[in-house]
């Protein structure tokens, strides 16, 4: 019987059996492995898509017998440790993911190779600080410290020390901290609005900051809460919060992850109980609760009630406009703008809405750029990936360039600073929620 070519049918998702004693069976996971990369040996539509698919197509291509049994097993791991899990391959070129009978899910087999080289040996003490967000932040963002490690952050001896000592590229954009963090910010915030439902969302929505929005970047939730609640939905910030998660699933420690969930997700299914939307302003947070914990806890009806309740804030946006209850009195222009699409943005499935939430300002024109940034939060600060993420990066820096626009920037904030450390032109990323309060002039 012929195999069928390709697939017409929308991709679905397997949920991850991570739990089983076969996901970690080595023998049973090399077996995976060549068999998935010698698909994509005989394809090869991903190869423009990051470092992992030309890794492993030059280990092909330079074997004795050009075939995936001449490569070395061993030689395996250099095409996992390039997957920062994206999922483009997966939901944007690969036609032989489910419900295709080859049942391709690279990343995911990507994430059960990272979980098993995770539990057979740990990971580097650099790796572990890089994921420790939480706790980095908390130390980063205390008064005095924080000024010290800002500046450390930006003096390049600091940084050529940093990278002999813990492998962190001297090149790589970190981010800043903050010791007026969100939650200190917002603390006294309450919303004296009254909900207004419509016909697919509540009306109020819960904050989840994220680490980063809360550390690193806390006007991103600031703005988001301006143009919310100017738009009549009344916001408030999540009792408390731990990192999603995300971090801790790209390095393979899965229990990490589990207890994440254990902490986050009954916050937040009270939350829905209670009337409230959610929503992230970090792609990749928001897919954590969208997609990956749903996939790792099927049977978790809170997580599953989570997931059902968890929006970008642009596709909120657009939902309320669907029901005529956006506000669209713009006073500025923003003139042309660069808009990247985050790729855990694209992989949700939930269309443009950033760019079609800022072309509503007259006097604007968006022009979307759908390549990934090569950032993925700790990759691209990596000391041995960091040229790698920039060569990724590169066509993205370049269309920035050619559109000599007025603005730039990306829904995630990392992908923003990635594209401008490519720049170097001393312009700055401005998130798509700072363009949309500069347009309403609030």
């Not at 980063?140 to 952050?153: D, G, K």
Request: glycine share 6%; aromatic share 8%.
């Amino acid at each position: 019987m012929s195999v069928r070519e390709g697939s017409l049918g929308a991709p679905t998702r397997h949920p991850l059996d991570w739990q089983s004693e076969d996901f970690y069976n080595e023998q049973s996971l090399f077996k995976e492995l060549e068999r998935a990369f010698d698909i994509c040996h005989g394809c090869r539509r991903c190869v423009s898509l990051c470092q992992s698919f030309p890794t492993l197509f030059d280990l092909v291509d330079e074997s004795k017998s050009m075939e995936v049994d001449g490569v070395a097993k061993q030689d395996y791991w250099k095409v996992v440790d390039h997957c920062y899990l994206c999922d483009l391959c997966y939901m944007t070129k690969c036609p032989y993911v489910p419900p295709h009978e080859w049942n391709l899910d690279f990343p995911h087999l990507m994430l059960r190779a990272k979980a098993f080289k995770f539990k057979k040996s740990g990971a580097s003490t650099r790796d572990k600080i890089l994921t420790s967000t939480d706790t980095v932040g908390k130390l980063a963002s205390i008064p005095v410290v924080v000024q010290t490690v800002n500046v450390a952050n930006s003096i390049k001896p600091m940084r050529k020390i940093l990278e002999a000592t813990l492998g962190v590229h001297a090149e790589a954009k970190l981010p800043q901290y903050h010791s007026s963090t969100l939650r200190k910010r917002l603390a006294n915030h309450h919303s004296s609005l009254e909900a207004q439902p419509g016909n697919t969302t509540r009306g109020k929505v819960a904050l989840f900051a994220t680490c980063y929005g809360n550390y690193n970047e806390p006007h991103l939730g600031e703005d988001l809460l301006a143009v919310f609640e100017h738009n009549g939905i009344p916001v408030t910030l999540a009792e408390k919060e731990q990192c999603c998660g995300m971090p801790k699933l790209e390095l393979g420690d899965l229990e990490a992850v589990q207890k994440a969930k254990e902490a986050n997700i009954p916050v937040l299914a009270k939350l829905v109980d209670a009337g409230w939307d959610i929503v992230a302003p970090v792609p990749s947070c928001a897919l954590m609760f969208k997609q990956e914990l749903p996939l790792m806890f099927p049977n978790d009806k809170d997580v599953q009630k989570v997931k059902a309740a968890m929006y970008d804030p642009f596709e909120y946006l657009m939902l309320r406009h669907k029901d005529g209850k956006l506000n669209t009195e713009f006073k500025n222009p923003l003139g042309k703008v660069a808009y990247h699409v985050a790729c855990h943005q694209r992989v949700q499935n939930i269309g443009m809405k950033t760019r079609d939430i800022l072309q509503l300002v007259p006097g604007t024109t968006v022009e979307p750029i759908e390549r990934c940034s090569g950032h993925d939060g700790t990759y691209a600060v990596k000391k041995e990936f960091h040229e790698a993420s920039m060569k990724i990066a590169r066509p993205v820096v370049n269309e920035v360039k050619q559109a000599e626009v007025d603005h730039y920037g990306s829904d995630c904030p990392m992908a923003g600073h990635q594209i401008e450390n490519g720049l170097r032109d001393g312009r700055q990323p401005e998130h798509p929620l700072s363009l949309l309060r500069k347009a309403y002039g609030i």
